[in-house]
């Protein structure tokens, strides 16, 4: 009898051990999945494009800046990346991209 209390004793235990690392273990992930989505949220929020023959740039959705320069005078590869959008999370990174193709 003292020995099948004693297995079902260091069975609780070890249960009990278990829940509490797989608790810690869960608040660790939330919490880095959280920091994870603000840096995606900030990531990113420009978008250079074609649009109607002509390269612009979206600042999260919203028009922010359009150009003259006419999207067909540029390189077939370089239509195309315009065409699906070039993402450029800094107004820096914008500039630099729009000096390559606007110059």
Do not use: H
Request: net charge neutral; proline share 1%.
């Amino acid at each position: 009898m003292k020995k099948l209390i004693l297995i079902f004793g260091t069975f609780a235990i070890i249960c009990v051990i278990i829940s509490s690392v797989t608790q810690v273990n869960s608040s660790v992930n939330t919490e880095a999945t959280s920091q994870t989505e603000k840096a995606d949220e900030k990531a990113d929020i420009y978008t250079i494009k074609s649009e109607n023959g002509r390269i612009v740039v979206y600042e999260n959705d919203t028009l922010w800046q359009r150009t003259s320069t006419r999207v067909n005078t540029l390189p077939k590869i370089d239509q195309k990346l315009l065409l699906y959008g070039i993402s450029a999370s800094s107004k820096q990174e914008v500039q630099k991209i729009l000096e390559d193709y606007c110059s």
